[in-house]
């Protein structure tokens, strides 16, 4: 199923439940301490992070961990920074085509 | 003179800000923001500039134009920027997709972007901010995803390509 990556993280709780485990891998019993909501809930919550590819599981014994999966939203944060330094460059065309008008006027 | 430019991300409304402020006056900015001649000489940084194939300012109008590095090297992607409200001297917002040469939408047809873009006239500069909404991270996200493995099926040109073409999709 096709996620919203942006709709999960949007989430209050799905935003902590990603601070929790990027500090390392945790289980859904010890993340679900964290709050103040049921099993179930954190079930569906851990569900759609995964659908979002923002976790990996990994099993260890009989336990599953959950992990941050780094990938997207670093490739996403790249993206945002190529935008920014685009946008800074080409405002800077901008003040020397401003500029050049301006004279041309005088 | 010092010039202001602030760009901040809200992840959770998957909205960019970028706040600019320009020496020259309101009409001069408005001009160089929704006229081709002068929006060709400033879009997208060196090697890459916009080159505009078709403008119609107008509320229904459209803006189709393209990124191009070398005269020579026909373009293959278009950008398309639909006019969905203009308040002259104020503002104007846009609807974003790709398209081909004829201005159709890319074959998903979605749209990537909601873009309003205001003015605002100070003493001796004119202020621009520049609010980007994508329809969602999931598309960004594609994108990102399209990039990245163009990159690395036929090299970091096209990946640059690709981002000048999503960045100037505005």
Same mark, same amino acid.
């Given at each position: 199923? @096709? @996620?919203? +990556?942006?709709?999960?993280?949007?989430?209050?709780? @799905? @935003?902590?439940?990603?601070?929790?485990?990027?500090?390392?891998?945790?289980?859904?019993?010890? +993340?679900? !301490?964290?709050?103040?909501?049921?099993?179930?809930? +954190?079930?569906?919550?851990?569900? +759609?992070?995964? !659908?979002?590819?923002?976790?990996?599981?990994?099993?260890?014994?009989? !336990?599953?961990?959950?992990?941050?999966?780094?990938?997207?939203?670093?490739?996403?944060?790249?993206?945002?920074?190529?935008?920014?330094?685009?946008?800074?460059?080409?405002?800077?065309?901008?003040?020397?085509?401003?500029?050049?008008?301006?004279?041309?006027?005088? | 003179?010092?010039?202001?430019?602030?760009?901040?991300?809200?992840?959770?409304?998957?909205?960019?800000?970028?706040?600019?402020?320009?020496?020259?006056?309101?009409?001069?900015?408005?001009?160089?923001?929704? =006229?081709?001649?002068?929006?060709?000489?400033?879009?997208?940084?060196?090697?890459?500039?916009?080159?505009?194939?078709?403008?119609?300012?107008?509320?229904? %109008?459209?803006?189709? /134009?393209?990124?191009?590095?070398?005269?020579?090297?026909?373009?293959?992607? /278009?950008?398309?920027?639909?006019?969905?409200?203009?308040?002259? =001297?104020?503002?104007?917002?846009?609807?974003?997709? $790709?398209?081909?040469?004829?201005?159709?939408?890319?074959?998903?047809?979605?749209? $990537?972007?909601?873009?309003?873009?205001? $003015?605002?006239? %100070?003493?001796? =500069?004119?202020?621009?901010?520049?609010?980007?909404?994508?329809?969602?991270?999931?598309?960004?996200?594609?994108?990102?995803?399209? %990039? /990245? =493995?163009? %990159?690395?099926?036929?090299?970091?040109?096209?990946?640059?390509? /690709?981002?000048?073409?999503?960045?100037?999709?505005?």
């Amino acid at each position: 199923m @096709r @996620r919203d +990556i942006f709709q999960a993280i949007a989430d209050p709780t @799905r @935003r902590a439940i990603l601070v929790l485990v990027a500090v390392h891998a945790m289980t859904p019993n010890a +993340i679900a !301490e964290h709050f103040a909501i049921t099993r179930q809930s +954190i079930s569906k919550h851990l569900r +759609i992070l995964s !659908e979002c590819e923002l976790l990996a599981q990994k099993q260890d014994g009989r !336990e599953i961990y959950y992990e941050l999966k780094m990938d997207k939203m670093k490739e996403i944060d790249i993206w945002l920074d190529q935008f920014r330094e685009i946008m800074e460059k080409s405002f800077e065309q901008l003040d020397q085509v401003l500029f050049t008008i301006k004279n041309k006027k005088k | 003179m010092n010039l202001l430019f602030d760009f901040t991300v809200d992840k959770a409304t998957s909205t960019i800000h970028i706040t600019r402020e320009f020496a020259a006056d309101l009409d001069l900015v408005w001009d160089a923001f929704t =006229k081709a001649e002068i929006l060709d000489q400033w879009m997208g940084p060196k090697p890459w500039r916009v080159q505009t194939k078709e403008m119609d300012f107008r509320v229904g %109008g459209r803006w189709l /134009y393209t990124m191009i590095s070398d005269e020579n090297v026909k373009p293959t992607r /278009y950008s398309l920027a639909e006019f969905l409200e203009i308040h002259p =001297k104020s503002s104007f917002t846009t609807k974003n997709f $790709f398209a081909d040469e004829n201005g159709n939408p890319d074959n998903s047809g979605f749209s $990537f972007s909601i873009t309003k873009n205001s $003015f605002k006239a %100070g003493a001796e =500069k004119t202020t621009v901010h520049i609010e980007k909404k994508m329809s969602s991270l999931a598309e960004l996200e594609k994108f990102v995803a399209m %990039g /990245y =493995k163009e %990159g690395i099926a036929v090299g970091m040109q096209n990946l640059d390509e /690709y981002f000048e073409t999503l960045v100037t999709n505005q």
